[in-house]
């Protein structure tokens, strides 16, 4: 029958540690999650609960579409497309996996991963595998073409006080986990396929295709079976320490960046935002962190530093000290450092929950340079409200 066993090779006990390290993944996540929400929720007021319906088919539709990410880097958005689905219905696909072998088969006596079913999803899966690579690849050549919005120079000549390493690290780190996985994804494939030969696995083309070449230089049999079981264990282990660092890192947007464009204020881009009635002086502009709204603690997250903010700002562009990505980075550099997640584990830098905004980090020239056109907004991919914040 045309299937394949899920842990080949691998005795009880190492399924148990499998299985208690998928738990430990999970609950890191869990906790850097709650850890996001929580800080989200020490901004003044609320997150928007408006017309949900629209906001969240309006989400779907930009997410789905790439829109957004599309506009002025069609290049950018294609290779984005490819990753955003390839991981998607990775993602699918591993589920599928989870919800036979934990419960459609041990509880309701199910076995439905075998047969056409099978075929097709290994087809499936394959293609939108390559996929992600291809589209990884494309984002990594961009990246190290090193064009002027991604080099992270700071235009207000603040100096190495900011340093921005950090970013580019986090940057590579990002794009290089996921073509590790992806990669040593397609490598496991063809180490199984390489083992036994089943000529069903031709649905999986690539994999295919690969195991046949290393079948064609000797790695077959045993030896194809020890290297997978070794490769399993890397893939796996990596897999579930990017799923755990997800809120830590650069993945967050993944988490962040849909929500973002959720709650956005559609006025935002078309107009400033005015003062509440009756206002107190605590209730106008932003002095501390804690003054931004929900909405704004959560965009400042969002932000994927694509720099294209950076490029459309004519005050930039003229030479003023402001770029509107330095001034999300800034800002987020706070909230982080004031009640987010680094500052729950006493990682520097730390700020007072009192200290202002204005002059540490955003000096008042910067603020002052703003031109109030929009254009930051008007372009932002996820819905980041610039100028009103």
Known sequence: MQT????????DWQVGLWY??????VAIFVWGALRLVLKYRRGRG????????????????IVLTHTWIRRRDGVAGLAHALIFYGFVVLFIGTAILAF??????PVLGWDFW???FYLGYSLFLDVFGAGLIVGLLIMATKRA????????????????RYERWRYTVGDWAFVGSLLFLGVTGFLLEALRIAETDPSFERWAPFGWIAGQGLQAIGVDGETAASAHFG???VHGVAALAFVAAIPFTKAVHMLAAPASVATRNDAARNRLVGLPPNPVPEEIGYGVVADLTPAHLLQLDACTKCG??????????????????????????QAEGTFGVRASLGVEPLFGSDANLLGNPIRPETVWSCMSCMACVEICPVGIEHVPI
């Open 4 to 11: 394949r066993e899920t842990f080949a090779g691998l005795s």
């Open 20 to 25: 208690a390290l998928v738990a430990v993944s």
């Open 46 to 61: 609320a997150f928007p609960t408006d017309n949900l319906f629209r906001r969240v088919a309006r989400t779907a539709w």
């Open 100 to 105: 036979q072998d934990d419960f459609a088969e």
């Open 114 to 116: 075998r047969g056409p």
């Open 145 to 160: 073409r090193n064009p002027a919005r991604l080099d992270y120079g700071r235009v207000d000549g603040v100096g190495s």
């Open 231 to 233: 490769g399993w264990w």
């Open 308 to 333: 294209k903010c950076h490029v459309a700002c004519p005050a930039a562009a003229s030479g003023y000290p402001l770029s509107p990505r330095d001034l999300v980075l800034d800002l987020r550099e």
